[in-house]
């Protein structure tokens, strides 16, 4: 009896190449890196500050500005026909006359648009008023 050799394929190592799959690792990484912006984005948070001060006594004579919430103003408990500042400047020179020395009261709604109140600032800048006070609520106490 003769035996058959049959003779064995060597056996090759199954091996992965993982250049390729660097290089295109790398390539991706260019990619983003060279097309993403960066922008450094900032959020502003304000914190309104509230008045724990006691109430000052108001003197008999003031000038009181009041603001609506849709930017009409009232000086001294009368309404202004509009909301241009030349109307506000005559019924403030009407109601003061050329005393510049009153305290300066500006009352708006917690809604008020901000460039109503700066417009009674201004004005009443231009005029010479130095004494301006904004009124402002206790908060509540929880």
Known sequence: MSRLKFRRKPKEE??????????????????????????????????????????????????????????????????????QPDTLRRAIIDQAGDNRKLPFIISADAKTPHQSVVTVMDVAGKLGFAALSITTQQPAEQ
């Open 14 to 83: 199954v091996s992965v190449n993982l250049t390729p799959l660097i290089d295109v690792v790398f390539l991706l990484l260019i990619f983003f890196m060279v097309s993403t912006t960066f922008t450094n984005e900032s959020h502003l948070q304000i914190s309104l500050p509230e008045a724990d001060g006691e109430a000052s006594e108001t003197q008999a004579e003031s000038l009181e500005v009041l603001i609506s919430v849709d930017g009409g103003y009232t000086v001294n408990g009368q309404s202004l026909l509009n909301s």
